[in-house]
């Protein structure tokens, strides 16, 4: 069985950070790429950032450089740092991962999400 778990949700005002992470288990390894989605109300699941099982990386354009997913492929973890955070990225982030090596944006596994709200 395939559990995808977030944690690392929250509030936090703006200008602030979070890391969310994501524990993979059951057939979730080190050989599925991963990657973070975000829902924010009224609006479309969006990706945020994947990762490849070696390590690299696609972002959505307009959080690159602010954002940074990061594997450890020995602890079948996933992170989202997420730095200067505006109002705006408050949505539900979604852990998910494929059943392929390179991400793609197919997802395989979703994980439950973590509720990030941005506010003052």
């Known amino acids: 069985q395939v559990q995808l778990v977030e944690s690392g949700g929250g509030l936090v005002q703006p200008g602030g950070s979070l890391r969310l992470s994501c524990a993979g288990s059951?057939?979730?390894?080190?050989?599925?790429?991963m990657a973070w989605f975000r829902q924010a109300p009224g609006k479309q699941r969006e990706l945020v950032a994947g990762i490849s099982t070696g390590g690299s990386t696609n972002y959505k354009n307009y959080l690159k450089g602010r954002f940074f997913i990061t594997r450890d492929n020995v602890k079948n973890m996933v992170y989202l740092q997420m730095n200067s955070l505006k109002p705006e990225d408050t949505a539900v982030y979604y852990c998910?991962?494929?059943?392929?090596?390179?991400?793609?944006?197919?997802?395989?596994?979703w994980g439950q999400g973590t509720q990030v709200t941005v506010s003052s």
């Open positions: 998910s991962a494929a059943r392929t090596r390179v991400w793609s944006g197919n997802v395989d596994y």
């Open positions: 059951g057939s979730i390894s080190s050989r599925n790429a």
